[in-house]
């Protein structure tokens, strides 16, 4: 049986308190039953914290439980080709990541279309990828590791987790932006790569700040800059790539709710207007923050536009690097 979690069991551990659906609830069509919402990872990664920590919220205000449905696999492809082809009731929504546009890059022929078979319901939050180094690389900025690595090209090196994820895409992005060459080690995860690190096994290593920040505290490798269009609110002594001299660089991970092409208008509009409501409450605001995230919000149109452009993006950087899936 594939792992089936009620928002509220997990929702005390992120400190959120019990979920308790109110007594008035309403009585409009919708919704009149649970909702279902994917997620394409194990329990703990980005977009399921995002569906737990907003579901939680939004169950109590909807009148039903979101109910989080874990189908980890293929990069998040098992989970978004399930989305795409349920029924558009607003009853399966899915909870995606940065890796729903890196997948179509990747995998041109997936057995769903990346943007045309959803409609978007809200961007929640986004996340850096944070450059890191040992703390015996003598560069303590960008621009010194820029000069280090253009002084050796090649020799430099850089852990990732894994390959063709959007760690590895974000160093390849900026090793063409800015001109400069450093060899990647992947490694089968971040529980892998993270070690090597600290061990100076690799130099650097381009990490999610949500998996790199408790380290990063600890002061067991160095952050060089993270690499949003702004400074992260989990971290914000850290710089930006674009600010440390590489100017219109960006490359975050981000995470988002659809729901299938169809759905009606009517519906992905209250559950946006739910969702929206639920990011400006503190208490949802500052567990997205302690995750390493940065709440976000949009629009549905905001939320489609952007994942039509960074499905563009990456499509871009995967053919220009040669990048080929693996």
């Not at 010194?144 to 894994?162: F, H, I, K, V």
């Not at 729901?259 to 409450?281: D, H, M, W, Y």
């Not at 939320?303 to 950087?317: F, G, M, N, S």
């Amino acid at each position: 049986m594939k792992p089936m979690f009620v928002v509220g069991v997990v929702s005390a551990l992120l400190g959120l308190g019990p979920v308790v659906a109110p007594a008035n609830a309403r009585s409009a069509a919708y919704p009149a039953k649970p909702i279902r919402l994917l997620v394409g990872f194990p329990p703990g990664g980005g977009a399921d914290v995002a569906a737990r920590v907003l579901g939680s919220r939004m169950s109590e205000s909807l009148g039903q439980q979101i109910i989080v449905d874990n189908r980890p696999g293929a990069g998040s492809a098992i989970a978004s080709e399930i989305a795409a082809k349920a029924t558009p009731d607003g009853y399966t929504l899915v909870s995606i990541g940065s890796s729903h546009a890196v997948n179509a890059a990747l995998y041109p022929k997936l057995p769903y279309k990346p943007a045309a078979d959803f409609s978007a319901i809200v961007l929640v939050a986004t996340a850096p990828v944070a450059i890191t180094a040992h703390p015996a690389v003598p560069a303590k900025t960008l621009k010194e590791l820029m000069a280090l690595a253009r002084a050796r090209p090649g020799q430099l090196n850089y852990g990732s987790a894994g390959v063709n994820g959007i760690n590895h895409l974000a160093a390849e992005l900026l090793k063409r932006t800015a001109g400069f060459d450093i060899a990647l080690v992947p490694y089968k995860g971040v529980a892998q790569a993270l070690p090597a690190v600290m061990a100076g096994e690799v130099q650097l290593m381009f990490a999610s700040l949500p998996g790199s920040i408790v380290q990063i505290r600890a002061g067991r490798i160095r952050a060089i800059a993270v690499t949003s269009a702004k400074r992260s609110n989990a971290a914000p002594d850290i710089p930006t790539v674009a600010e440390s001299g590489v100017p219109g660089y960006e490359a975050s991970s981000w995470f988002a709710f659809l729901a299938p092409a169809g759905t009606p208008k009517s519906i992905v509009a209250r559950l946006n207007a739910e969702a929206l409501k639920t990011l400006q409450t503190a208490e949802v605001r500052d567990a997205l923050i302690r995750q390493g995230m940065d709440p976000t919000g949009s629009t549905p149109g905001e939320a489609d536009a952007y994942l039509r452009a960074e499905i563009a993006k990456w499509t871009r950087v995967v053919k220009e690097a040669g990048i080929r899936a693996q």
